[in-house]
């Protein structure tokens, strides 16, 4: 595979971490870099690792982790997207607060790996190519860094023009990113 093959390939793996921050970075007060970066650093660890893992269940495996990526991507980013819309309507009914400065680790966290089950697909299918899984995987990882810590940095500016609302907009955006996979993966709207 070509460099410029592998670099479509990892803006394309890093798409969805990008929408997931910018959701993520508009719920937050005023996110900074150290916290943009912090996201990206995140988004972009993991997103290296699945397709290292995805390479690594190889042939044997490979129908089953395609067969059911798309569901599980699904179902935890429509509890996340879920869970923040709850976060949004509950401070728009409730008396006003302040939004987070950051969110926690395991949240940031699952919903990198929601957005990089996909990955471990492509990794999987990178196994039967003549690549190099670890310089694609960096490749994949550092793509997702600069975009995740951009969506986050994006999402600052948007956040305050949404108000407390951006918590809301930021889980219908993981709900959509979400349908978009399962309705990929299942060939609807073709």
Known sequence: ??????????????????AAALGKGAALHRPGFREALRTGLIFGCIEMLTPLVGWAIGLAASRYVMAWDHWVAFILLAFLGGRMMMEGFRQTAEIPCEAPQQHGF???ATTALATSLDALAVGVGLAFLQVNIVMTAITIGAATTVMATTGVLVGRFIGPVLGKWAEVLGGLVLIAIGCTILTEHLGLFR
């Not at 070509?2 to 969805?16: V, W």
């Open 1 to 18: 595979m070509t460099f410029i093959a592998t670099l479509i390939l990892a803006l394309g793996m890093s798409m969805d971490a990008f």
């Open 106 to 108: 395991m949240v940031l």
